[in-house]
């Protein structure tokens, strides 16, 4: 058995504290994705689990062994942990062919040469690189590589993968093949799988269950689907994609039903997901934009809110609005064909419904640190050029 | 002395545009005339004089192979020809071992005193070769030197002779560390950190990993610097002159120069020979090294680099620290103070009345305002003129679409076949067989044209990298913004080349004004150089004058080094003040104040 447990981690560089108090059990067989901004202590977390970075505190257990516990003196390498990872660079051996790679976890493991080349060629088989054996690795791209890393993360059967942000490197087409693959390969494998990412759909797709993580602690844990219907936070909702984001009070509760109004007054608002509070309490109402609804003053529903449109985009078979909700903008996404009376000018007046249960209602963040400018970007590595 | 660009195999060809020009521009014309003129003609000039009976531009000379076949039938020629393999591959080999493990120790782990070792060697790298042979001949003197004393006081009896293969092994290998210490670091610091954590999640040691990941990928860096720095032990001329003659064991530069300028009439056939002999042991290597890494270059396939912990290697950083500690101390501290304090006493070995005697002598000497004017004016002019015309090869090279863009670098290429002595050699064929040029001999300009030469291949290094990592999309961004080409080349391109120029210019003005290669064979004693005086000095008796003389060019060097650490650190606070840098992203690994390290 090999669940992976992490008790009370503590990380710091120099004095920039990148872990506090962190806690995380991946279960056997579970595939658990660190999803978070750049920053957040997710590939920290990952190479603390791989013995490649020290904690200051805490605990780390895989399976029934410690393996690393700075309060007892207890701190296994990474050599002795019998994990199988994949980098962010792949971190391909140049000098090596792609056999040699995938070959040199069972070399370090004194397994005999008609065994490694049976393993080697099964595990080579399975990504679709059996072909590429005795290619240097050089040559391939960057898909490749990836298939490469994978195989020579897995051919010893580690008890546990480790993924950092593996795709990262790779065009939105090929993403979406190797997230299946990866899949496949994790249930395969049967071992436990933990995966590092920031890209929010990616985890959706993966994973057994998503841990959301900002500024080193956990924001959310749950299974995809909790994740992406019901996020807990203002955080959670905006980094999994929710585009609106409003303020509203809390007017009105009953049968586990909550109503609130905007801070314009417009509403009220039913929902049943998220959070319950008492009237008058202040909460976030986050709304995905393809699931409000939008439409000329003509033929407005009973609770719909009056609103002036600002702008109208085409977004490929979607039309995506940007209406003006008493001077706070929401974003609708509404279906090109049900566009009801054609579609809406810019500057025209329209109404916005919130349908029930269409909406989250999510505490607002106890603190808001500033954005940075500019996509979150790792920074990259000059390259040398000889 | 950019990092990674000791590859000795000339750099592959560009990929060709699909319809571009191809017709040679004038500057390209006059520059390849020029490269061959400068480059080619000297060597070709080599073989030339090998089957002459007199030296070019003598007259009376006709075609003979008596002189060649003379000096390859001769045991005493391969005696020194199988001493020169000796001592550059011993000196070698333990230099790269001790190389690598000094950039390793700085590159990757938390050892103390690690952040010394890049100043050290820079300061080692910038003292000449001809002081370290001269101070450690006075070092191990006996029975005076310093280091003879102190042996003598510690077990009563000194074993260290320094005139002999030890010593000069010894002292080549102090000075050949520094230089592939420089070399090596840069690729130690680019090398991917995952490649090692890759081998450590696998389930391999640390050693393990160093041996069969790291250290195979760094292969090609690795013996690159280790046939360069072959290359140029052939050729050393400077410690086998001091510390092996006297012990009666010749290599072949000092057997070339023993045949220029110690037998009456010279043997111009047999030295040019010899000459040949060390060409082609230069050629072979390069086939070897071609053969070995193919066009494979390793460094290319470094992905998205990580953070990079220093490793904590528990008690065995202290056996780094002592081998910094050890190395500084015989590399540079003892032969400094070996120098400082030979030069002041009255006598060399006297160490009563110690005083500033020869200081004064020095100074007051005819000659020796004339030397130091004239190193100065060799080492900054041809700094110059070496780093212009790297400059201008590597532009040619990279911009041009025509086909001869490669002539110019291929000749400079040629250059590195014939390392120290020989090319002086060369130089003197070349330039005495030129009536015009042959005015010049024994001026100072004939000293100033072959140090441009001789240290243009070091200029061409150090800058190729720079302005092949400068992308043409920013000339190009600057004519679509409307500048004209001139405008583009001028306000873009040569200003962004302009820190390589001068890191390329102070590196080889430092070679050029401790070189005593090109001047023991071209200067005449009325515009001698600093080196050659104080090797003069030495060869009269004069020990603690030649040191004197020594230590004040050391005294202008580091005047020069700490001037130039004091630039870069203004310019850098001042770009520091106009663009707020966030120091997290500053990319990993940087070390600061090497020169020379492309970024």
């Known amino acids: ?301 009973p609770a719909a809110i009056p609103a002036v449109i600002r702008s109208r985009t085409y977004a490929g078979g979607r039309v995506e609005y940007v209406a003006e909700v008493g001077g706070t903008p929401v974003v609708v996404r509404a279906p090109e064909a049900e566009a009801a009376g054609g579609l809406l000018d810019a500057g025209s007046d329209a109404w916005v419904l919130f349908p029930d249960d269409a909406a989250v209602l999510v505490d607002d963040d106890a603190e808001r640190p500033p954005q940075p400018a500019g996509p979150a970007v790792e920074p990259v590595a000059v390259r040398e050029a000889t | 002395m950019a990092a990674a660009t000791t590859d000795l195999r000339a750099p592959a060809g560009r990929r060709e545009i699909p319809g571009a020009r191809r017709r040679a521009s004038p500057g390209l014309i006059l520059l390849c005339l020029l490269s061959l003129g400068l480059f080619v003609w000297p060597v070709v000039m080599l073989a030339y004089g090998a089957f002459r009976t007199a030296p070019p531009g003598f007259g009376h000379a006709s075609w003979s192979a008596s002189g060649f076949t003379a000096t390859l039938s001769s045991g005493a020629v391969w005696v020194a020809f199988a001493h020169s393999l000796i001592l550059s591959g011993s000196t070698v080999v333990i230099a790269t071992a001790l190389a690598v493990y000094l950039a390793w120790t700085v590159a990757r782990t938390a050892t103390p005193l690690r952040q010394i070792v890049t100043p050290m060697a820079v300061l080692i790298f910038a003292i000449p070769p001809l002081f370290y042979a001269l101070s450690w001949a006075m070092l191990g003197e006996q029975p005076v030197g310093l280091v003879d004393k102190a042996l003598h006081a510690m077990f009563g009896v000194a074993p260290l002779n320094i005139q002999s293969w030890f010593g000069m092994i010894g002292v080549s290998v102090l000075g050949a560390t520094a230089a592939e210490y420089l070399l090596l670091l840069g690729p130690f610091l680019a090398l991917d950190p995952s490649f090692e954590e890759a081998s450590l999640v696998c389930g391999a040691s640390r050693l393990r990993s160093f041996f069969q990941i790291e250290l195979p990928a760094l292969a090609p860096s690795v013996l690159g610097v280790m046939i360069l720095g072959f290359v140029l032990g052939m050729g050393l001329l400077t410690v086998p002159l001091l510390l092996g003659e006297p012990a009666g064991i010749y290599v072949l530069p000092t057997a070339i120069y023993r045949d220029y300028q110690a037998v009456t009439p010279p043997d111009y056939a047999g030295a040019s020979t010899l000459a040949l002999l060390l060409v082609a042991m230069v050629l072979i290597l390069v086939a070897v090294q071609t053969r070995l890494l193919g066009r494979r270059s390793f460094t290319t396939v470094t992905g998205k680099s990580s953070r990079r912990e220093r490793l904590d290697i528990g008690p065995w950083k202290w056996l780094g620290t ?229 230590c004040l060019l050391i005294g202008i060097v580091a005047a020069a080094l700490v001037l130039a650490v004091v630039i870069r650190f203004a310019l850098r606070l001042r770009a520091a003040g106009r663009t707020p840098v966030l120091p997290a992203l500053r990319p990993p690994g940087h070390v600061p104040g090497l020169p020379g390290r492309s970024r």
């Not at chain 1, 008890?159 to 979406?176: G, H």
């Not at chain 2, 291949?457 to 961004?477: F, K, M, N």
């Not at chain 2, 090797?535 to 030649?546: E, I």
């Open chain 1, 1 to 301: 058995m090999s669940a992976v447990e992490l008790v009370g981690l503590r990380k710091s560089y120099a004095d920039v504290t990148v872990l506090d108090d962190f806690s995380l059990r991946a279960n056997q067989g579970e595939l658990v994705t660190l999803l978070g901004p750049s920053g957040c202590g997710k590939t920290t977390t990952l190479r603390c689990i791989a013995g490649l970075e020290r904690a200051e505190r805490g605990e780390i257990r895989i399976g029934e062994r410690l393996v690393a516990c700075p309060e007892r003196r207890v701190f296994l390498p990474a050599n002795r942990r019998d994990i199988g990872m994949v980098f962010q660079s792949y971190a391909l051996w140049p000098h090596m062919t792609v056999f040699a790679n995938v070959a040199y976890p069972l070399r370090v493991r004194r397994r005999d040469r008609r065994e490694r080349q049976r393993e080697v060629m099964e595990i080579l088989a399975m990504v679709d690189m059996d072909t590429y054996a005795q290619r240097p690795v050089t040559e391939l791209s960057g898909g490749q590589q990836q298939r490469v890393a994978l195989a020579r993360a897995m051919v010893a059967r580690p008890a546990v993968l480790l993924f950092d942000e593996p795709l990262s490197n790779l065009d939105a087409k090929l993403r979406r093949e190797m997230r299946r693959e990866i899949r496949d390969a994790h249930d395969k494998s049967g071992g436990t799988s933990i995966y590092v990412t920031h890209d929010q759909e990616e985890a959706i797709a993966l994973s057994d269950r998503v841990v959301v993580i900002r500024g080193g602690k956990i924001q959310q844990t749950g299974t995809p689907k909790e994740i992406y219907t019901k996020p807990a936070t203002r955080f959670v909702a905006d980094f999994i994609g929710f585009e609106n984001l409003l303020t509203a009070t809390v007017t009105e509760a009953r049968d586990g039903s909550t109503a609130v109004k905007l801070r314009s007054g417009a509403g009220p608002v039913w929902t049943s997901k998220g959070i319950t509070r008492a009237p008058g309490t202040e909460v976030v109402l986050a709304a995905r934009a393809d699931d409000l609804k939008i439409g000329s003053p003509v033929e407005a529903p």
């Open chain 2, 322 to 550: 002592a081998v910094i500690v050890i190395y500084g101390l015989l590399a540079l501290v003892l032969p400094l103070g070996q120098f400082v304090l030979g030069s002041l006493e009255s006598y060399f070995g006297v160490y009563s009345h110690l005083s500033l005697n020869n200081y004064s002598t020095v100074l007051h000497a005819p000659g020796t305002s004339q030397a130091f004017e004239t190193t100065l004016l060799v080492a900054v002019v041809a700094g110059f003129g070496a780093s212009a015309l790297g400059v201008w090869v590597a532009l040619a090279a990279q911009r041009s679409t025509s086909r001869l863009r490669r002539l110019p670098d291929l000749s400079v290429w040629v250059l590195w076949a014939v390392p120290g002595i020989t090319l002086s050699l060369g130089l003197i064929w070349a330039y005495l067989s030129v009536p015009g040029l042959r005015s010049l001999y024994a001026t100072q300009w004939i000293v100033l044209l072959a140090l441009i030469v001789g240290t243009t291949p070091i200029a061409s290094r150090a800058v190729t990298g720079p302005i092949g990592q400068i992308s043409r999309d920013l000339e190009e961004a600057a004519r679509t913004a409307g500048a004209s080409g001139l405008r583009a080349t001028t306000g873009i391109l040569l200003r962004l080349i302009l820190p390589a120029f001068v890191v390329s210019w102070f590196i080889t003005g430092i070679v050029s004004s401790g070189n005593l290669d090109i001047p023991i064979l071209l200067a005449s004693p009325n515009n001698q150089t600093v080196p050659l005086l104080a090797y003069n000095q030495f060869n009269d008796g004069s020990l603690a004058q030649a040191a004197a003389t020594f």
